[in-house]
Structures are given as C-alpha cells and as structure tokens.
C-alpha cells in the first residue's frame, strides 16, 4: 500500500485528488494539506510515502518547500502536480528534489502510473513537460557524454522503470544498473534521477 500525502489549496482540487486514491486498491491516503506550512506538519506526523505536491500555495512556495518536505519527511517520495510547465519550474522543482512532475488535467490512470513510479525509485515526467523543457532550453550538447548504454539505461528512467525494472528489462544485474545511473548523474551533474532526465533533455540528449 502506497500512502500519499495530497497538497494542494484548492479544495474541489484535492478532493478529487482523493477520489483517485479512495478507487485504487494500491494506493492509501496519509492526509491533505492546503499550504506547505500544512505540509510540512503533516509530512513529519504522517510520513508518508509519496507526496503530491502543487507549486502554487500560499505563503511558502512549493518548490522553496520541496527540500523542507524532504527534511521532515527524508523516505517520502516528492511528485508534483501543477497547472504550470515553465522551464523554470520544472528545472526549479526537480533541482530542489522533485522526483516527478505532472500536469493538472492529467488522467487518473496517469497520476497512479506516476505515483507508484516514483514509489519505486524511479522517475516520472509527463510528455508535455519534458517536450517544453526540449522546446525552451537549446544549448550546444556533448553528444559523447553519455554512452549507448548510459542512454538506453536513461530512457528507462524517463519512462519511469525502477531500477529492477530496468535489470530485467536489459537482462542486467541491478548493481550494473546502479552504476550506470551513477555515473549518468555524475556527468549530468545530477542530484536525482528526475534531475538527469529534464538536464539530459535540455542538452537534447533523450
């Protein structure tokens, strides 16, 4: 059972948010918050697994909040859920320690799909996010920065595999996989998967 934590100020918002949890048999809610400052007590109290974050909140910010989230809840997945995909948030929130982020209007099949990725270990980023991140951001890439492998290994974590997804996928060990990704974010200068796949996006790497 995957507990989630829903944060958003809008109330209609977050009540359907919860419907969506309430109809999957694998997915629990840990409690609601309507302000990151909300967030935060319930995030320490609850500690739940996964939580689902939107960046306009009053008061504290959502990406200010994200490593505040993560400190008081440091095994809680961050997936955020906002009706705004600039490059600067996207970047921002995944910089800060996003582990995936969705669009409000997103399917209900589409946010479970990105909650359990995340869960996992693994990455998610809606297409129209990571296409925008494409469209905004060209600069010159090094297209010898990353090896075949390194890349096929990378678009398994755009696609949201978890690393024994991506073991049995390839027909690796999961210890090869970890090196991979290691050394993917080492040279994507990286601090989570989510962060490689948007920086590998912006150097036109995926």
């Known amino acids: 059972m995957i507990r989630v934590l829903v944060v958003d100020d809008h109330p209609v918002v977050r009540e359907g948010l919860v419907a969506i ?3 999957d048999p694998d997915l629990q809610l840990a409690g609601s918050a309507g302000s990151a400052e909300e967030a935060l007590a319930a995030a320490a109290r609850a500690r739940p697994d996964v939580i689902l974050l939107d960046l306009e909140l009053p008061g504290l910010g959502g990406v200010e909040a994200i490593p505040q ?3 008081a809840a440091p095994a809680s997945r961050i997936l ?3 009706a705004y995909d600039t490059e600067e948030r996207v970047l921002g929130a995944i910089r800060a320690g996003a582990r995936g982020y969705l669009l409000k209007g997103a399917p209900a099949d589409e946010i479970a799909r990105a909650i ?3 869960h996992a270990g693994g990455s998610y980023l809606a297409s ?3 296409a925008r991140v494409l469209g905004h951001v060209r600069t010159p890439g090094r297209p ?3 090896s075949a492998r390194e890349r096929t290994v990378l678009r398994r974590i755009a696609d949201g595999l978890s690393t024994k997804q991506i073991a049995r996928e390839l027909g690796i060990t999961e210890r090869t996989v970890k090196f991979h990704v290691s050394s993917i974010m080492n040279k994507l200068g990286a601090d989570t998967r989510a962060h490689a796949v948007a920086e590998a996006t912006r150097r ?3």
């Open 116 to 118: 359990r990725a995340v």
């Open 21 to 23: 949890l309430e109809d």
């Open 144 to 146: 010898g920065t990353l």
């Open 69 to 71: 989230l993560a400190a």
């Open 128 to 130: 129209p996010v990571a």
């Open 204 to 206: 036109g790497l995926l």
């Open 80 to 82: 955020v859920l906002t």
